[in-house]
């Protein structure tokens, strides 16, 4: 069992950055395979990043690419999403899960991540 507790939220401007980090408990971080998620106000929750076990692979979603950046330190039981650019349309409380496998056919689906953090809010001005 893993617990995670995500930090780095809060209200940036247009255009701004932010960095998410998500803090795991326990000494098998290494075998989960990570996501970030997030629900904005009145949306389902969707998929916006994740990565391997060994951080080797990384897969986004069109909305985030080429401006969010997800990466894990598997020495410090930590993942991370850098975005950057950010959009009003950004605005949402973000996740961070894990899941017990690697392959890369579930990785978008909330279903298939035992594990989830309390979420962080992440507010974008314009």
């Given amino acids: 069992q893993v617990q995670l507790v995500e930090s780095g939220g809060g209200l ?42 060994s951080g080797g692979n990384t897969y986004y979603a069109d909305s985030v690419k080429g401006r969010f950046t997800i990466s894990r330190d598997n020495a410090k039981n930590t993942v991370y999403l ?15 899960a894990a899941r017990g496998v690697d392959d890369p056919y579930s990785r978008t689906n909330y279903w298939a991540y035992a594990y989830w953090g309390q979420g962080i809010q992440v507010t974008v001005s314009s």
């Fill in 82 to 96: 850098q975005m950057n650019s950010l959009k009003p349309e950004d605005t949402a409380l973000y996740y961070c």
């Fill in 12 to 53: 940036v401007q247009a255009g701004g950055s932010l960095r998410l980090s998500c803090a795991a408990s326990g000494r098998t971080f290494s075998s989960y395979s990570m996501g970030w998620f997030r629900q904005g106000p009145g949306k389902a929750r969707e998929f916006v990043a994740a990565i391997s076990r």
